[in-house]
């Protein structure tokens, strides 16, 4: 009964769920069914059809073959990728193209099936360099715009260059005839060369090897000298924790108190005529000290940069009179204050205003006690006090944007020689600003580097890094030097390869890119130094290689420094040298 019960209760449940059919229908099924009844619609007219009719390439109609019955017994269809299919399609391709060789007009009309109207001209000897064709017309371009290659220049000296290097990257296809491991004799012969300014080529008694020679030229001197920061470059916008230095004033007037007594032994061997050169590296630009003699100046000069409208303010300040060769013509000035200008100076006495208008007006003004005050002549022709000031303040404006378009540029290197040179060197001495109270160098003074020893300098040597590259298979021997590397240091590590070298080596360099102004200012400076010829110490240029005969360079490369021709000054990025004959290219 149990069953019973339970099975009748499944059926009134099922009979209660299902539904009876919807005699209504959705509309995607609508169209299924619409799309049956006309596929099969077509079907039935395509087949009650026994043939249609097309057209061949002649224009007559032909009827379609729907005979099935070669399929349903079996035949096997010919395959079109056969390859007596492939030779019967070419033949007649072949046939096509020997017809249509003759002439390019039967061509194009064979092309587009039409019958052939060129009249037979005779024939006729045509000159085909006169043709205008895609070869003749390319060779005739090339002929008008070849370009003759540029023979390179060799040169048997190498050039000067006053700007500070921060790598060089020696390269030659043979081994370097020096390694970075030294003997004990080796080093001290390299060390007591250089300290001593002597030639170990001409020395009996110490090591005449490469080896010994290459580690003499990679020394030289500094001060200051702290381990644990890198002092050469200085980057002004290196971001970094400000040094413990900073906080510590007894740590920080030692190091000025050491750096002052350097600064001044430099100067004093500069002066001396025993130093050659040496550079003042702060944070914000590099000073290049000269002794009288080099590069034709006759006395002792140096040069700032980069600098700052305020900068050359203060110089102006000090009555530090300075020039400024890489600005443009019109606006080079001699800066001296206005009651102390000399008359024959070439100078822009519109300086103060930068108005070229009123240039010629200022050449011709003369420095009388009853000049008006420009001020008094606009209150007389009318303007009121206010109006005055504005065009003051306007005026001020105007100069100080004048001035300050070339801040921290190439242009605005400073030049100082004479007495200007020791005022700029009492200024330096006693400027407290040349420090930086902040970031990672505070409290450090500016670096001196030097090729000479000096009170408190430090000796040091460049960092060598040998290596191997490989370059279209071949193989090539790299020498790197790392630090600060000075324009005679240059020239003696040439030297040294020359001789010990057997094959041409290839150098290249990084520059410290605000000292690139060096080098461009010092060719003008020398140019300027060799126009004047009727100078009274024109004569005195002659024994500028005498006088620093003990300023620590060897007699062949001090001709070279001492001399005045311009074309010696060149910035370098680039030196190969020859040994066949002898040369540089750059």
Same mark, same amino acid.
């Given at each position: 009964?149990?069953?019973?019960?339970? $099975? *009748? /209760?499944?059926?009134?449940? @099922?009979? #209660?769920? !299902?539904?009876? &059919? +919807?005699?209504?229908?959705?509309?995607?099924?609508?169209?299924?069914?619409?799309? $049956? *009844? /006309?596929?099969?619609?077509? @079907?039935? #007219?395509? !087949?009650?059809? &026994? +043939?249609?009719?097309?057209?061949?390439?002649?224009?007559?109609?032909?009827?379609?073959?729907?005979?099935?019955?070669?399929? @349903?017994?079996?035949?096997?269809?010919?395959?079109?990728?056969?390859?007596?299919?492939?030779?019967?399609?070419?033949?007649?391709?072949?046939?096509?193209?020997?017809?249509?060789?003759?002439?390019?007009?039967?061509?194009?009309?064979?092309?587009?099936?039409?019958?052939?109207?060129?009249?037979?001209?005779?024939?006729?000897?045509?000159?085909?360099?006169?043709?205008?064709?895609?070869?003749?017309?390319?060779?005739?371009?090339?002929?008008?715009?070849?370009?003759?290659?540029?023979?390179?220049?060799?040169?048997?000296?190498?050039?000067?260059?006053?700007?500070?290097?921060?790598?060089?990257?020696?390269?030659?296809?043979?081994?370097?005839?020096?390694?970075?491991?030294?003997?004990?004799?080796?080093?001290?012969?390299?060390?007591?060369?250089?300290?001593?300014?002597?030639?170990?080529?001409?020395?009996?008694?110490?090591?005449?090897?490469?080896?010994?020679?290459?580690?003499?030229?990679?020394?030289?001197?500094?001060?200051?000298?702290?381990?644990?920061?890198?002092?050469?470059?200085?980057?002004?916008?290196?971001?970094?924790?400000?040094?413990?230095?900073?906080?510590?004033?007894?740590?920080?007037?030692?190091?000025?108190?050491?750096?002052?007594?350097?600064?001044?032994?430099?100067?004093?061997?500069?002066?001396?005529?025993?130093?050659?050169?040496?550079?003042?590296?702060?944070?914000?630009?590099?000073?290049?000290?000269?002794?009288?003699?080099?590069?034709?100046?006759?006395?002792?000069?140096?040069?700032?940069?980069?600098?700052?409208?305020?900068?050359?303010?203060?110089?102006?300040?000090?009555?530090?009179?300075?020039?400024?060769?890489?600005?443009?013509?019109?606006?080079?000035?001699?800066?001296?204050?206005?009651?102390?200008?000399?008359?024959?100076?070439?100078?822009?006495?519109?300086?103060?205003?930068?108005?070229?208008?009123?240039?010629?007006?200022?050449?011709?003004?003369?420095?009388?006690?009853?000049?008006?005050?420009?001020?008094?002549?606009?209150?007389?022709?009318?303007?009121?006090?206010?109006?005055?000031?504005?065009?003051?303040?306007?005026?001020?404006?105007?100069?100080?944007?004048?001035?300050?378009?070339?801040?921290?540029?190439?242009?605005?290197?400073?030049?100082?020689?004479?007495?200007?040179?020791?005022?700029?060197?009492?200024?330096?001495?006693?400027?407290?600003?040349?420090?930086?109270?902040?970031?990672?160098?505070?409290?450090?003074?500016?670096?001196?580097?030097?090729?000479?020893?000096?009170?408190?300098?430090?000796?040091?040597?460049?960092?060598?890094?040998?290596?191997?590259?490989?370059?279209?298979?071949?193989?090539?021997?790299?020498?790197?030097?790392?630090?600060?590397?000075?324009?005679?240091?240059?020239?003696?590590?040439?030297?040294?390869?020359?001789?010990?070298?057997?094959?041409?080596?290839?150098?290249?360099?990084?520059?410290?890119?605000?000292?690139?102004?060096?080098?461009?200012?010092?060719?003008?400076?020398?140019?300027?130094?060799?126009?004047?010829?009727?100078?009274?110490?024109?004569?005195?240029?002659?024994?500028?290689?005498?006088?620093?005969?003990?300023?620590?360079?060897?007699?062949?490369?001090?001709?070279?420094?001492?001399?005045?021709?311009?074309?010696?000054?060149?910035?370098?990025?680039?030196?190969?040298?020859?040994?066949?004959?002898?040369?540089?290219?750059?």
């Amino acid at each position: 009964m149990n069953c019973e019960s339970s $099975l *009748k /209760k499944g059926l009134y449940l @099922l009979t #209660e769920t !299902m539904e009876p &059919p +919807s005699p209504w229908k959705r509309p995607n099924e609508v169209m299924q069914l619409h799309k $049956l *009844k /006309k596929r099969k619609k077509a @079907l039935q #007219e395509r !087949m009650k059809q &026994p +043939s249609q009719p097309t057209t061949d390439a002649s224009g007559s109609q032909k009827p379609v073959d729907l005979d099935f019955s070669r399929i @349903l017994e079996g035949e096997k269809r010919k395959n079109p990728f056969s390859k007596a299919k492939l030779e019967q399609n070419k033949k007649p391709k072949l046939e096509v193209e020997d017809q249509l060789d003759e002439s390019n007009d039967k061509t194009l009309y064979a092309l587009l099936n039409l019958p052939a109207k060129v009249v037979e001209k005779p024939a006729k000897d045509v000159d085909t360099e006169k043709l205008s064709t895609f070869s003749n017309l390319l060779q005739k371009f090339t002929a008008e715009h070849s370009v003759e290659p540029i023979p390179e220049k060799k040169y048997k000296h190498l050039p000067i260059d006053w700007a500070l290097k921060t790598k060089v990257r020696l390269m030659s296809p043979k081994p370097f005839a020096w390694t970075s491991k030294l003997k004990a004799s080796e080093e001290a012969s390299g060390i007591t060369g250089f300290v001593r300014c002597l030639d170990t080529t001409a020395s009996p008694t110490l090591d005449t090897s490469p080896r010994a020679r290459f580690h003499q030229a990679c020394l030289y001197w500094q001060h200051p000298h702290l381990p644990w920061l890198d002092l050469y470059p200085r980057s002004s916008g290196k971001v970094a924790a400000t040094s413990f230095m900073a906080t510590n004033e007894d740590v920080k007037q030692a190091l000025h108190t050491e750096w002052t007594e350097s600064f001044r032994s430099l100067f004093q061997l500069l002066r001396a005529l025993h130093c050659p050169y040496f550079y003042v590296c702060a944070n914000t630009f590099t000073c290049l000290f000269r002794a009288a003699g080099l590069c034709g100046v006759s006395e002792p000069c140096a040069l700032i940069a980069p600098t700052t409208r305020g900068f050359r303010q203060i110089l102006r300040q000090e009555d530090v009179e300075y020039t400024m060769p890489l600005r443009p013509d019109s606006k080079k000035k001699l800066n001296t204050s206005d009651d102390d200008r000399p008359k024959n100076s070439s100078i822009d006495s519109c300086y103060d205003t930068m108005d070229d208008k009123c240039t010629q007006d200022g050449m011709d003004r003369k420095d009388d006690e009853d000049e008006e005050d420009p001020d008094q002549f606009l209150s007389q022709m009318g303007f009121e006090t206010e109006v005055i000031k504005k065009i003051n303040i306007t005026q001020a404006r105007i100069t100080h944007s004048a001035e300050s378009s070339v801040d921290s540029a190439a242009e605005s290197l400073v030049f100082v020689r004479g007495a200007d040179a020791q005022a700029l060197f009492n200024f330096l001495l006693n400027c407290k600003s040349i420090v930086s109270p902040t970031g990672p160098f505070a409290g450090v003074p500016p670096t001196l580097l030097s090729p000479t020893a000096f009170h408190g300098g430090t000796l040091q040597s460049l960092k060598v890094r040998e290596n191997t590259i490989h370059s279209d298979s071949n193989k090539y021997y790299s020498i790197e030097l790392r630090g600060p590397i000075l324009p005679t240091t240059l020239h003696t590590l040439f030297n040294v390869l020359k001789t010990s070298s057997s094959a041409q080596f290839s150098a290249t360099f990084a520059h410290h890119q605000p000292t690139l102004a060096f080098s461009w200012a010092a060719s003008n400076i020398a140019e300027d130094e060799s126009s004047k010829e009727n100078e009274p110490n024109h004569f005195a240029k002659a024994f500028n290689k005498e006088n620093l005969s003990d300023c620590g360079i060897s007699e062949e490369m001090l001709q070279h420094f001492c001399s005045s021709d311009p074309n010696v000054i060149k910035p370098l990025d680039c030196v190969k040298y020859n040994t066949d004959d002898d040369t540089y290219m750059w």
